[in-house]
């Protein structure tokens, strides 16, 4: 029996100009780059410009995904723009997106999961396209993390950087077979919110009228981050009668160099197999995702046909897994 499949035509991102080395970030808190780098394998970050806001660099990657994929701006009509850092408190990033790619019928709106968004952004386009309320969807994760950074908390302010990436996603019939199939084949997600003091924002329209710093506790999100992702992938692969040595590639969350190892070796997945760039632009929270798809994509490892987990976790606590074909 054919099934509606979202089908990933393109993939795109973009990094702001400036970079943060680790030695920039030693001129302003007590660090080191043999510091950062043994804890979290980053060696530089990007930061957006003075005047350069999310929708700026959503923009930028989604008309990079549009040209990947050969496909017009007008043809789409959903937008899931996943984000903790929009323009404005309202309307939504996504809708600036929208009229910046040109685009006037259809739906768009913004997402918020943080580091978990972009899966959460799927998962919810994947929803849109297997049910018939849309056809082509552009998903996207854009961040300016640095504007919520406290700069004299060494803890933190290492960890994150600024950027963008997005897919293209298309409603395709195939015949139903997940060894053949492309396209999104399972998503599961979840949240506990027990735990939102671990990681948040200690601001907000409602509770203190100040946008507010980042702030967490650095080992709690390392110890759950191994620790809990594990049963939406161990679903993913139940869901599909697939295994660890099925895979392609892993392509997590990319967060800290230790929490993708770590994860891997709970999963039993080979680190050849582990897509890895939080190095080139630390802590992108809903933009690391698309932003490490893509480089696998350009330099040629990502082919028609593999199969690949993309997985992540975020604030609240939120965790989810995808598992698509290319």
Known sequence: ????????????????????????????????????????????????????VTSDLAIAAARAALAHANVAAETIDLIVLATSTPDNTFPATAVTVQAGLGITTGVAFDLQAVCSGFVFAMTTADAYLRTGLAKRALVIGAETFSRILDWNDRGTCVLFGDGAGAVVLEAQEMPGDVKSDRGVLTC?????????????VDGGPSSTQTTGHLRMEG???????????????????????????????????????????????????????????????????????????????????????????LEAMGGGFTWGSVLVRW
Not at 39 to 47: A, D, F, L, P
Not at 234 to 245: N, V
């Open 1 to 52: 029996m054919s099934l509606t499949r979202s089908v990933v035509l393109g993939c795109g991102s973009y990094l702001p100009e400036k970079v943060l080395t680790n030695d920039d970030l030693a001129k302003i808190v007590d660090t080191s780059d043999d510091w950062i780098v043994q804890r979290t394998g980053i060696k530089e970050r990007h930061v957006a410009a003075e005047g350069e």
């Open 188 to 200: 599961h997600l979840r949240s506990d919110g027990r735990h939102k003091e671990k990681l948040y």
């Open 219 to 309: 080992r709690e999100v390392f110890k759950h981050a191994v620790g809990m992702v594990t049963d939406v992938i161990h679903d993913a692969f139940a869901a599909t009668g697939t295994t660890a040595d099925d895979l392609d590639w892993f392509v997590p969350h990319q967060a800290n160099r230790r929490i993708i190892d770590a994860s891997a070796k709970k999963l039993g997945i080979a680190p050849e197999k582990c897509v890895v760039t939080v190095d080139r632009h630390g802590n992108t929270s809903a933009a690391s995702i698309p932003l490490a798809l893509d480089a696998a994509i350009r330099d040629g490892r990502v082919k028609a046909g593999d199969l690949i987990m």
